[in-house]
């Protein structure tokens, strides 16, 4: 992904080490047979995938003719995979690993770092362009820096395609974005419910001021708050993805930029400020 505004967003990943060897124990009278209990999914299952749904997030280079790609994909969540020979010229997969282009991916092993052995475009989504495409690499760190490995989102996966389309046919980015960052932090679940104050357990009012606590939830703001303050009206709105009120498309940027900082543990997004640079985020 060389036009990626963050080339490092991800350090490369490394192979899990093998497992020691267990010295066998004495002998001793045969226990009852028991059922062996069936492996995690994702232990049994990501040995060999085929045909999975998935978008690159990023890329980067590894040793001479090869790629380290970080796939998101529907069933398995944010996987790493080597992508041998990509940078060949005449490689198949040169002008497939592309940003913003649904995939069918396939690929094989069971570390941390597997091996890529398929991945073909799917089509039926229109290209990402200007502004739109910047806020699609803002989707894509986020998704890098706030995603575990390995970890199935396919809720998740499903908003990320259907907000490429909504900034892909020009629908308003901040509203967009808004939504998005929003459904990252419910599915990673970290995201505070905002309907309720956290010292009342009440229902948050709409006319009344507050701020957010990022690891509890909503309370009455204080003078000496340095936290944003937005209207309960605000909270109410968002919970129910409503950003009609220019008020509180205003309040749910700084709230929600504030609250992706905190869980990023101060850890900068680039496009971010690119994005806000240009007045857009």
């Not at 124990?25 to 045909?51: H, M």
């Not at 303050?229 to 409503?242: P, S, Y």
């Not at 900068?268 to 007045?279: A, E, F, G, M, W």
Request: net charge neutral; charged share 25%; hydrophobic share 40%.
């Amino acid at each position: 992904m060389s036009n990626t505004p963050d080339a490092t967003l991800d350090a490369p990943p490394h192979a899990a080490p093998m497992e020691a060897g267990v010295l066998a124990a004495p002998a001793s009278p045969p226990a009852p047979a028991k059922r062996p209990r069936a492996a995690p999914r994702e232990r049994t299952i990501g040995t060999k995938v085929a045909g999975q749904p998935a978008f690159v997030l990023h890329s980067y280079p590894y040793k001479e003719t090869s790629l380290i790609i970080d796939l998101f994909t529907r069933d398995f969540g944010r996987v790493a995979l080597i992508a041998k020979g990509a940078k060949r010229p005449h490689s198949q997969l040169r002008g497939v690993l592309q940003t913003f282009q649904p995939l069918s991916s396939s690929w094989v092993g069971k570390s941390e770092l597997r091996t890529l052995t398929d991945a073909e475009w799917v089509g039926g989504m229109l290209p990402l362009e200007k502004t739109a495409l910047l806020c699609g690499f803002y989707l894509n760190e986020l998704l890098v820096k706030l995603l575990a490995r390995d970890d199935a989102h396919p809720a998740l996966f499903d908003h990320y395609v259907s907000t490429l389309n909504q900034l892909a046919h020009n629908e308003p980015a901040p509203i967009v974005l808004r939504k998005f960052e929003r459904a990252l932090l419910k599915e990673t679940g970290v995201a505070a419910d905002l309907t309720r104050c956290i010292e009342t357990r009440s229902a948050v009012r709409s006319d009344v001021l507050y701020v957010v606590d990022p690891e509890r939830g909503p309370r009455p703001e204080r003078a000496s708050d340095a936290w944003p303050r937005v209207a309960g009206k605000t909270l109410l709105d968002m919970e129910c993805e409503n950003y009609e009120d220019v008020a509180t498309q205003a309040q749910s940027k700084q709230l929600m930029r504030f609250l992706v900082a905190h869980h990023l543990n101060g850890a900068p997004l680039n496009t971010r400020q690119i994005l806000i640079d240009l007045s857009q985020l």
